[in-house]
């Protein structure tokens, strides 16, 4: 069964309209990668799909359930979490309130909860107390990560997890990523820079101009001369 | 006597006005954490429930409850059951306010709903002034001998001291509020950034209808401690305390309630403490010297986080 479906999604802001019918499906299991130029809408479709745009036309399916208009608070409790690309943690809290806003939506103790994420990202379980506001890039975008897998997901949308790393961050992060996925939740990420993305993923697609332009697994995508030459820099 | 002798004194009195103050500044910084935008109506809502207590008294009275004064105090337990009554009616009206204006100007700019705020404003003081007339009225005129502490050199009366406790209580509760439960900490999350609290399924109209609660009913309380300490109430009670409330907001730091703390604290104490050296008539130009200062040297305020 596929985790997500989203079929010739129309959406934008007032007067624009940025995705012109782009359809996107992650099965139970697979890491997805979205790629494309900057402005080709991809981070408005992760907010279409995320509940946080209405979709002028178009369908969303989470599993066999049709999502299309239902709000992220409900979408948050289906299984579907999201990380935002920019302003993705609450700075003024502390990492431990960060992940407890993670669960929100959950009426349950949440101790287990912490410990998970604690093993996904050790370096956090000693800062628990500290403000997120005073960490650094890559472990603002730990506990960014953290805060969405409190809710136990079954799909993981991060919107370009690696823009501001250093490199070595950034291949850390693909390796917590990967060992996400490992658990069986299913992962759409978007990547403007996007080779190593590619690399992980089972599947790909290019976005360009609100359009979808190719799909195909993530190895072809990476070896195709022309998405090489036109979106990965040569 | 010398200026240094009545300094004690001094102090005394604004830390006493600086405690109404900050219940006061606290709803305006929550009120601009949450909503967005200054509420130039809040000190009107301070008159408000200063006078839904005050029409609650009678009909405490006709339920059987006496209104002897508790201990040495002015005013007894029928209007603290009063004021408590009057900050959930006030919340109530102000929770209607939102629905019937502010929720249709959701999304409309800061600009638009400041002005609204300023039109509230005027409807709201001249319908307190229309339902129980422009001339002051009292709580209770119960004469109260002040408290000499010497040690410290200064006088103060057990009303006096009763609104510095309640202040106490009150700062403590919220923070309390704030750091533990979990709307408080919704609040602080939706003020610390409110599309990512969307995400994690927090309910943003929950979180506004909350603000105006807690704004309302500290409002209620500092109109109410205001009537206690003037001795009388007018329907410009608040406006008349709004720039010491706004100059006290953006001193400890806009949108942090515990800035809202300090900065009361700070402006009360500077407005009494000032008038040991110049007029009394300058004490409201004392709060406009802090405004500006802090907006030239340092616009996030005390407790304001960089960005």
């Given at each position: 069964m596929s985790?997500l479906t989203?079929s010739g999604l129309?959406?934008?802001?007032?007067?624009?309209?940025?995705?012109?019918?782009?359809?996107?499906?992650?099965?139970d299991?697979?890491?997805?990668?979205?790629?494309?130029?900057?402005?080709?809408?991809k981070?408005t479709?992760m907010?279409?799909l995320?509940?946080?745009l209405p979709?002028?036309?178009g369908s969303?399916?989470f599993?066999?359930?049709?999502t299309t208009?239902l709000p992220p608070?409900?979408?948050v409790?289906?299984?579907f979490?999201?990380?935002?690309?920019?302003?993705?943690?609450?700075?003024?809290?502390?990492?431990r309130e960060?992940?407890?806003?993670?669960?929100?939506v959950?009426?349950?103790n949440l101790?287990?909860r912490f410990?998970?994420?604690?093993d996904l990202f050790?370096a956090?379980?000693?800062?628990k107390?500290?403000?997120?506001?005073?960490?650094s890039?890559?472990e603002?975008?730990?506990?960014?990560m953290?805060r969405?897998?409190m809710?136990?997901?079954?799909?993981?949308?991060l919107?370009?997890p690696?823009a501001?790393?250093a490199?070595?961050l950034?291949?850390?992060?693909?390796e917590q990523?990967?060992?996400?996925?490992?658990?069986?939740?299913s992962?759409l990420?978007?990547e403007?820079?996007?080779?190593?993305?590619?690399r992980?993923?089972?599947?790909?697609?290019v976005?360009a101009g609100g359009?979808n332009?190719f799909d195909g697994a993530?190895?072809?995508?990476l070896e195709?001369?022309d998405?090489?030459k036109l979106y990965?820099?040569? | 006597m010398?200026?240094?002798s009545?300094i004690?004194?001094l102090l005394?009195?604004?830390?006493?006005?600086?405690?109404?103050l900050?219940?006061?500044g606290?709803?305006v910084?929550l009120?601009?954490?949450i909503?967005?935008?200054?509420n130039?109506?809040?000190g009107d809502?301070?008159?408000l429930?200063a006078?839904?207590?005050?029409?609650?008294l009678?009909?405490?009275?006709?339920l059987?409850i006496?209104?002897a004064?508790?201990?040495p105090?002015s005013f007894g337990?029928?209007w603290i059951l009063a004021v408590?009554?009057a900050?959930?009616?006030?919340?109530?009206c102000?929770v209607?306010?939102?629905?019937?204006?502010?929720r249709?100007?959701?999304?409309?700019?800061?600009i638009t709903?400041?002005?609204?705020?300023v039109?509230v404003?005027l409807?709201l003081?001249?319908l307190?002034?229309f339902?129980?007339?422009?001339?002051?009225?009292?709580y209770?005129s119960?004469?109260?001998k002040?408290i000499r502490i010497?040690r410290l050199?200064?006088r103060i009366?057990?009303?006096?001291?009763f609104?510095?406790?309640?202040a106490?209580?009150?700062a403590?509760?919220l923070?309390?509020?704030?750091?533990?439960?979990?709307?408080?900490?919704?609040m602080?999350a939706?003020s610390d950034?409110?599309?990512l609290?969307?995400?994690c399924?927090?309910?943003t109209e929950?979180?506004?209808?909350?603000?105006?609660?807690?704004g309302a009913s500290l409002?209620?309380?500092a109109?109410a401690?205001a009537?206690i300490?003037?001795?009388?109430?007018?329907p410009?009670l608040g406006?008349?305390?709004?720039?010491?409330i706004?100059?006290?907001?953006?001193?400890?730091g806009i949108g942090?309630?515990y800035?809202?703390?300090?900065g009361?604290?700070?402006?009360?104490?500077?407005?009494?403490?000032?008038t040991?050296?110049?007029s009394?008539?300058?004490?409201?130009?004392?709060?406009f010297v802090?405004?500006?200062l802090?907006l030239?040297?340092r616009?996030t305020?005390?407790?304001g986080?960089?960005?």
């Amino acid at each position: 069964m596929s985790r997500l479906t989203a079929s010739g999604l129309v959406s934008g802001y007032e007067d624009m309209m940025i995705l012109h019918g782009v359809s996107v499906i992650v099965e139970d299991g697979e890491i997805v990668t979205i790629i494309g130029p900057n402005g080709a809408g991809k981070s408005t479709l992760m907010k279409t799909l995320f509940g946080l745009l209405p979709a002028i036309e178009g369908s969303i399916r989470f599993g066999d359930l049709d999502t299309t208009a239902l709000p992220p608070d409900r979408l948050v409790r289906l299984g579907f979490a999201y990380v935002p690309q920019v302003a993705n943690v609450f700075p003024s809290l502390t990492v431990r309130e960060n992940l407890e806003l993670g669960g929100f939506v959950l009426r349950e103790n949440l101790s287990r909860r912490f410990d998970r994420v604690f093993d996904l990202f050790p370096a956090l379980r000693t800062r628990k107390r500290t403000r997120v506001g005073n960490m650094s890039g890559g472990e603002r975008q730990m506990v960014a990560m953290g805060r969405a897998l409190m809710l136990d997901p079954r799909l993981l949308m991060l919107d370009e997890p690696t823009a501001a790393l250093a490199p070595n961050l950034a291949a850390e992060i693909f390796e917590q990523i990967m060992a996400i996925n490992e658990r069986g939740i299913s992962v759409l990420i978007v990547e403007q820079n996007a080779k190593e993305s590619l690399r992980l993923s089972d599947r790909g697609y290019v976005l360009a101009g609100g359009c979808n332009r190719f799909d195909g697994a993530g190895m072809e995508l990476l070896e195709n001369e022309d998405i090489g030459k036109l979106y990965l820099g040569g | 006597m010398d200026v240094l002798s009545r300094i004690p004194q001094l102090l005394t009195y604004g830390l006493i006005s600086g405690c109404i103050l900050s219940l006061g500044g606290i709803g305006v910084s929550l009120t601009y954490s949450i909503l967005g935008f200054s509420n130039f109506a809040h000190g009107d809502f301070m008159a408000l429930g200063a006078y839904i207590a005050l029409a609650l008294l009678p009909a405490i009275a006709w339920l059987g409850i006496p209104a002897a004064s508790l201990g040495p105090l002015s005013f007894g337990w029928d209007w603290i059951l009063a004021v408590l009554l009057a900050a959930m009616l006030s919340s109530a009206c102000v929770v209607l306010l939102d629905r019937l204006l502010f929720r249709q100007l959701r999304s409309a700019h800061r600009i638009t709903l400041m002005i609204s705020t300023v039109g509230v404003a005027l409807a709201l003081r001249n319908l307190i002034q229309f339902i129980w007339g422009p001339q002051p009225q009292t709580y209770a005129s119960a004469i109260q001998k002040a408290i000499r502490i010497e040690r410290l050199g200064i006088r103060i009366k057990p009303d006096q001291i009763f609104i510095i406790l309640v202040a106490l209580t009150l700062a403590t509760a919220l923070h309390l509020f704030l750091r533990y439960t979990k709307i408080g900490k919704a609040m602080r999350a939706t003020s610390d950034n409110p599309s990512l609290a969307r995400v994690c399924g927090i309910k943003t109209e929950r979180v506004i209808l909350w603000t105006w609660i807690i704004g309302a009913s500290l409002a209620t309380v500092a109109g109410a401690l205001a009537g206690i300490e003037n001795k009388f109430i007018t329907p410009e009670l608040g406006w008349q305390m709004l720039l010491s409330i706004f100059a006290a907001v953006i001193l400890g730091g806009i949108g942090n309630p515990y800035g809202a703390i300090v900065g009361g604290l700070v402006v009360g104490i500077s407005e009494e403490v000032s008038t040991a050296f110049i007029s009394t008539g300058y004490k409201p130009a004392v709060a406009f010297v802090i405004l500006i200062l802090m907006l030239l040297i340092r616009p996030t305020g005390l407790l304001g986080r960089k960005s």
